[in-house]
């Protein structure tokens, strides 16, 4: 394997954490996780977005933050890869679509100091599914907090994932997710797992499952 920091990505529902641990597993990967449950805002955020945006932005870039600096002072003699089932930038993405003008300058500026200390991961690979997809593995994987997320905000959470996909320097394989099984259909992993072992000619690659 090429890579030594392999991040997966999409919006909320794509598949990433179900990705990173088969991954992981077949790779015998160091395994991060985003710990979502412990984040006491999030079901207050979804009730009341304005009011419990900013501790909840907080809160994730600060666990998101210790997790990825443990593992630049920890090294696994068995486990040379890790792999993430998030970027440290998920943090702004998520806050520039969550926050205020002001809050969001200020959540920025504590942002580049910490991202500063961490290590960027060598490939990024991008679920993408529509929307409805995102909607069916939601109510399918029924966190109650979840269950009225709105079309809206899935549609604005994967336009700035876009964005920021278009404009950043990281060697990205982008994944049509829409027909996805990585659980039953053993193709879908070896198509994976093949785009990270071929040399990439640019930053770019397309995987379509």
């Known amino acids: 394997m090429q890579y030594h920091f392999i991040a997966i990505e999409g919006n909320i529902g794509a598949g990433k954490t179900t990705?990173?641990?088969?991954?992981?597993?077949?790779?015998?990967?160091?395994?991060?996780?985003?710990?979502?449950?412990?984040?006491?805002?999030?079901p207050k955020f979804?009730?009341?977005?304005?009011?419990?945006?900013?501790?909840?932005?907080?809160?994730?870039?600060?666990e998101r933050y210790k997790q990825l600096k443990d593992m630049v002072h920890t090294s696994d003699l068995f486990q040379s890869i890790t792999v993430s089932d998030y970027i440290f930038?998920?943090?702004?993405?998520?806050?520039?679509?969550?926050?205020?003008?002001?809050?969001?300058?200020?959540?920025?500026r504590l942002f580049d100091i910490m991202q500063q200390q961490l290590i960027f991961p060598e490939v990024i690979i991008y679920l993408h599914s529509p929307v409805q997809k995102l909607q069916k593995n939601i109510k399918k994987r029924n966190r109650?907090?979840?269950?009225?997320?709105?079309?809206?905000?899935?549609?604005?959470i994967q336009e700035t994932y876009t964005s920021?996909?278009?404009?950043?320097?990281?060697?990205?394989?982008?994944v049509d997710a829409q027909h996805a099984d990585f659980l039953s259909n053993d193709a879908h992993l070896k198509a994976i797992l093949d785009a990270l072992n071929e040399d990439m000619e640019s930053n770019q690659q397309f995987v379509v499952l």
């Open 19 to 42: 990705l990173a641990h088969l991954l992981a597993k077949k790779l015998n990967a160091r395994l991060i996780l985003e710990q979502f449950a412990d984040n006491p805002f999030l």
């Open 46 to 62: 979804y009730a009341n977005p304005k009011q419990n945006a900013f501790p909840l932005e907080l809160f994730f870039m600060a």
């Open 89 to 108: 930038s998920k943090c702004l993405l998520f806050a520039k679509v969550n926050l205020s003008e002001e809050e969001f300058r200020l959540y920025q």
């Open 144 to 156: 109650l907090y979840e269950q009225n997320i709105a079309d809206e905000y899935l549609f604005n």
């Open 164 to 174: 920021y996909l278009k404009q950043h320097n990281i060697k990205t394989i982008f």
